[in-house]
């Protein structure tokens, strides 16, 4: 079939195809409208979007401005503060000095501590509101180690009222296999004294000492202190009584264990011959075999500056204890001269149980090198078999 357009004069075929063309164009300018008002809209939308994003940018401004504000107003505010409390402290410091006996202001705990190791009674703990009073009797029976511990507690100040007290010992799972711990009932003077028994007895090898927390309510205010109580295996030794050709022949066992050190001796052992025996017999628990204050020089040197001007030697044993088929030997001897401007002392410890041997040292070097007071031995109750 032929074109249409062919079958009509050439004026209305031009007109009919303007006529087309119109048609066409309309419809694309239709379709740009819609798409140019698409284009608006978009535009408003995201033009909306922006001012919203300037309005919360603007108010998130003014929030942190104000938390700036009061960030600086806490720090004021806090550094106001630690100026109070520091002043608080100050005064508090120089109320209770103030307030203080020179005696509990010099009393030295380690050196307390480090007397009791060899004692038996005597002052263990004190500050500005209470003292606390140590007493021990130890039983060294062939088979059993015993032994009662007694704490003491009264208020510095007098009229000061004590209540609520009460102990708490921390033992590990091991302290608890080798020392058995049995507190008794407390007794007390109402208001005034507290008073503490525990019995104890040796199953195994005990280092020591006993962790302890005392709380107590001094006039109406709690008050809790940390403390160790100087109970430690050496308390158990008891003295080996023998001679020097005994005490040789122990001495030369091969199956012994030995430690030594040689030590620098505190100023108030190094011209007190008397103070060393002290210290080395444990305050008396080790028999003493020989003892010579001022020996002629043997020549028995420890090291090139160092020639012996005191000696002892002593002996002692733990009885039965843990299920033991024999008692634990323990031998000391100490050599003590001095060097250039300080004393010092050799010292050498045989022992059948190794541990207890270099407790034995540890302790005797803890006692020697340090001053430590007045290290009489005290009397207490101690039964040998």
Request: proline content about 4%; glycine content about 6%.
């Amino acid at each position: 079939m032929g074109n249409r357009w062919s079958r009509l004069p050439a004026g209305d075929i031009e007109r009919g195809r303007a006529l087309q063309r119109e048609e066409e164009l309309w419809c694309d300018t239709e379709t740009l409208q819609e798409q140019l008002q698409a284009l608006r809209a978009a535009l408003t939308e995201s033009d909306n979007q922006r001012k919203e994003a300037e309005l919360r940018a603007e108010r998130w401004h003014d929030k942190i401005g104000k938390m700036e504000l009061e960030l600086e107003r806490l720090r004021e505010e806090k550094a106001a503060k630690d100026c109070l409390v520091v002043d608080l402290e100050k005064e508090l410091r120089l109320a209770t000095q103030d307030t203080r006996p020179a005696h509990i202001h010099m009393f030295d705990r380690s050196s307390a501590f480090r007397r009791l190791c060899i004692a038996s009674a005597g002052m263990l703990f004190q500050d500005n509101l209470i003292a606390v009073e140590y007493q021990e009797a130890i039983h060294s029976l062939s088979g059993r180690c015993h032994g009662t511990i007694e704490l003491g507690v009264h208020a510095v100040e007098p009229g000061k009222i004590l209540s609520d007290a009460d102990m708490y010992l921390e033992l590990s799972a091991d302290d608890k296999r080798a020392l058995v711990v049995t507190p008794l009932p407390s007794t007390s003077q109402p208001g005034v004294t507290f008073s503490r028994v525990l019995n104890v007895e040796l199953k195994d090898f005990f280092r020591g000492p006993l962790a302890c927390r005392f709380q107590v309510r001094v006039a109406g205010l709690l008050h809790a202190v940390d403390f160790e109580l100087p109970l430690i295996m050496t308390k158990f030794v008891v003295p080996l009584l023998c001679d020097t050709n005994k005490f040789f022949e122990l001495w030369w066992d091969s199956t012994l264990s030995q430690c030594s050190q040689v030590a620098s001796l505190a100023h108030a052992v190094v011209n007190d011959p008397e103070a060393l025996l002290t210290r080395v017999s444990l305050g008396g628990r080790m028999h003493c075999v020989c003892f010579r204050p001022r020996p002629p020089n043997t020549g028995h040197r420890w090291r090139d500056t160092q020639i012996a001007e005191a000696m002892c030697m002593t002996s002692g044993r733990i009885p039965l204890y843990g299920g033991r088929s024999t008692d634990a030997l323990v031998l000391v001897k100490c050599w003590a001269g001095s060097s250039n401007d300080h004393g010092t002392a050799k010292l050498e410890v045989k022992c059948s149980e190794a541990q207890v041997g270099e407790l034995v040292l540890e302790t005797i070097v803890r006692i020697v090198t340090q001053d430590s007071g007045d290290c009489t031995p005290t009397p207490y109750p101690r039964t040998l078999h």
